[in-house]
């Protein structure tokens, strides 16, 4: 079997607030290592060499990467063996676990010198609140943001052609599927095609979908039909027993922007900003909306208004990625206090101590 490393995003500042698909992402999993009781700068580095060190042991590792500071990690999935291994310090929250799911909590004070750490009481209080702060002032700005965005769609849905845009997603339909139905329950899977992160918009597109049979690049304008054609799609493949990956917008949950049907080998996702890409492969291809379903002229029709609604949007944008970028710089001085006050000892006992479990029970 060939080996299948993987990037996604699980969780994202959005528009809406801090929201997860970790429910969907971890399904079918069977243990749960949910490691606690300090914060990412510990977390991650340990669940970086967790990953690392195991992933020699098996064909699928599947890295879940942090939105809050980049090159950190909220967990590792290794599907094979139905394990994760994730983050559990904040803002990160855990309902319940699911029937049949073993959630196995590992709480890393012991591993900290509490007493030391106390001599940081107020100031790691007040570094929490102003993170707190200065989290919900980008979320504010991306709500802004989306808000603007609502209207750069209504330019365009009012000169949608709604029959074509129906038209192309039929189209893809029959591409994807022809007559095909699988004779079992298809498992859907949803998480966010890339993040909001400190240093603005980040994803994998490239990667997810390098090994696919074939890409479909969307282009057009918001308000194209480029979200409802995935939505469809997603409905359809579920009806049909196809296995479906979806992949949510990074500013808007709410919103669609990537399409993968691992059994068919085939992807479709939206490739304009902030995720633009273009075809490199002789199989990838372009679906063009605008051109399909928006009336001729439209950019020209409203060229001043989409130019304010442009600036306004990327204003509200880096307003958004500066107050993310605060509360960045005060997690790493929050990270650093734990880093001096970790027995970097113990961490490593309790890394080692997961992997013998894994070990034996692979």
Known sequence: MTKQVRHIYAAGNTARGYKTFYDSVLQGMERVYILSGVVEGVTSP????????????????????????NGQYDGVVFHEWKVAIM??????????????????????????????????????????????????????????????????????IENLNREEANRVTEEVIALFFGKEKREKKAQVRR??????????????????????????????????????????????????????????????????????VPEKGLAIFDSTAPHEYFPSKETDEIIDMYTRAIAPGTDEKYEEELADIKARYTQKIKEATASLLAAKELRDQLNGIYAEVADQTRLNAVAQAIMSRLARTR
């Open 191 to 260: 998480m966010y095609l890339g993040a909001a992160t400190p240093h603005g918009p980040v994803d994998h597109i490239m990667k997810l979908t390098d090994s696919m049979q074939k890409r479909y690049f969307i282009k057009g304008r918001p308000g194209s039909g480029k979200s409802t054609m995935l939505k469809k799609l997603v409905a359809e493949a579920e009806s049909r027993g196809f296995d479906v990956e979806v992949y949510h917008c990074g500013l808007d949950p709410n919103s669609l922007d990537m399409v993968i």
């Open 87 to 156: 983050d559990g310090s904040y803002p990160r929250t855990w309902r319940p676990a699911a029937p049949g799911v073993t959630e196995i909590q590992v709480n890393l004070q012991s591993a900290v010198a509490m007493e030391q750490l106390a001599r940081y009481k107020k100031q790691i209080a007040a570094w929490y609140e102003d993170i707190f702060f200065w989290s919900e002032t980008a979320y504010q700005a991306f709500g802004d943001a989306l808000r603007i965005h609502d209207e750069w769609e209504a330019l365009y």
């Open 46 to 69: 340990l669940i970086e060499s967790i990953g690392k060190e195991m992933s020699g042991k098996t064909d699928q590792v599947e890295w879940i990467h942090s939105p809050f500071v």
